[in-house]
């Protein structure tokens, strides 16, 4: 049973439209999300989805159909703020979602990969392999994500991402 007094009460998720979600007091590896009946179809084809692809979304060890509630695995998602805010500052793009659509854009184009990581080269005063190897880990994660064909669109922007406690970067829903 979800047991109330340890659960925060304040909402931690400043968007999203079609769920609450809350952190727990004594575990604060986990998040707690509820909705409401009509979103019961779109929460089923998440939970089958992050049983499906478990490295690209966060885990969902309990879920209570009736109560409509769930317990995810909580993701960093401050660490992938930090990371695009790197890539904002590279770029000189005004925007995380940006960002995330010009590295989707190049996924498969090994050229202009190899360019931009020669760009990454030449630009002063950043730490030039930490930053390729971000990039490549982006453009891994972007291109697995784009291989996911259990849902026709899939919710790729910068606060539905997060790293779990392993260094993995994933998606907190669909």
Same mark, same amino acid.
């Given at each position: ?26 575990? &604060? ?29 966060? =885990?969902? &060890? ?31 793009? &005004?925007? &995380? ?7 989707? =854009? ?17 630009? =002063? ?27 026709? =669109? ?21």
């Amino acid at each position: 049973m979800l047991d109330e007094a340890a659960i925060k009460k304040e909402k931690i998720n400043k968007k999203g439209s079609y769920k609450k979600v809350f952190s727990f007091i004594h575990k &604060p590896e986990y998040i707690i999300k509820t909705w409401d009946d009509r979103t019961d179809s779109l929460v089923k084809e998440e939970y089958e989805t992050s049983k499906k692809y478990p490295n690209l979304f966060a =885990s969902i &060890p309990k879920i209570n159909w009736d109560k409509r509630w769930m317990i995810q695995e909580k993701l960093n998602t401050d660490q992938v703020e930090k990371e695009l805010n790197e890539l904002i500052n590279l770029l000189a793009i &005004p925007y &995380p979602n940006q960002v995330i659509k010009r590295l989707q =854009s190049m996924m498969d184009d090994k050229d202009r990969v190899k360019n931009f990581l020669e760009f990454i080269e030449n630009v =002063s005063l950043i730490d030039v392999k930490k930053t390729q190897l971000l990039v490549l880990r982006w453009l891994k994660f972007l291109k697995e994500v784009d291989k996911i064909d259990t849902v026709d =669109s899939k919710d790729i922007n910068h606060g539905n991402m997060g790293y779990d406690k392993n260094g993995n970067l994933k998606l907190l829903d669909i």
